[in-house]
């Protein structure tokens, strides 16, 4: 079974520029979520989606991120426009639909200058 | 804001010693889970604990949980060098949002 794909894995901006980041969450699985996670700290959860649908977005800076996943099945995720404290890796995850174990992928590693 | 707080920061170990992480937490949940993650890869579920069950095993795994006491610890046997990683604790609640500490960064030294 393939795991969650992201791309880019690496990404170098500078402030005030934009960027996205893909998703493919396993197949069939409807709830897809992503993560930002900072150097030295645990993931903290940006948005989450059931199916097509937002569950939760309550730490997502809506000035300046966005997120979609249109068809219920891959995601992005965009970052307009970046400012230094947007470095992290930022992660996707996803679950069949419901809670417990949720797989992740390789991250997507921001630096912003 | 961060749910579970894991202890301590960072650990460093022999090979073949057991290995303690602890974790505590604020709120009521459904259940607690354990990730592991190398370096600069993403996070890997290891094991799931519910908030009725006392003790859970996995390999050279074993999970406690004291919901009186809001704490959970993970015990990894027999540890080795590719044990080496970062592990976090992560609580569920009701809404299925997994809430993370900032992590336990263990080292197995050969």
């Known amino acids: 079974e393939a795991g969650v794909a992201q791309s880019p894995r690496y990404k170098i901006i500078e402030k005030r520029q934009s960027v996205a980041f893909w998703c493919n969450p396993i197949?069939?699985?409807?709830?897809l979520y992503w993560y930002q996670q900072i150097l030295g700290q645990g993931p903290k959860l940006l948005i989450q989606?059931?199916?097509?649908?937002?569950?939760?977005d309550s730490q997502l800076p809506k000035d300046r991120f966005s997120a979609e996943r249109l068809k219920g099945v891959d995601s992005t995720l965009k970052i307009q426009p970046a400012k230094l404290e947007d470095s992290a890796v930022y992660l996707c995850a996803s679950s069949p639909a419901g809670p417990d174990t949720q797989y992740f992928g390789p991250g997507t590693r921001l630096t912003v200058l | 804001s961060q749910q579970g707080e894991e202890d301590p920061q960072a650990l460093s170990i022999q090979e073949g010693e057991n290995a303690t992480m602890n974790c505590s937490y604020k709120t009521s949940i459904n259940n607690l889970q354990w990730y592991r993650q190398n370096s600069g890869r993403g996070l890997v579920h290891l094991i799931l604990i519910r908030s009725n069950e006392r003790e859970k095993h996995s390999g050279r795994l074993r999970v406690t949980l004291d919901t009186s006491k809001k704490s959970s610890s993970l015990l990894i046997t027999a540890s080795r060098a590719a044990d080496t990683a970062s592990y976090f604790c992560a609580t569920q609640g009701s809404n299925y949002k997994l809430t993370f500490g900032k992590g336990t960064l263990l080292t197995v030294n050969p």
């Open positions: 989606f059931q199916n097509n649908g937002v569950v939760d």
């Open positions: 197949s069939g699985h409807a709830t």
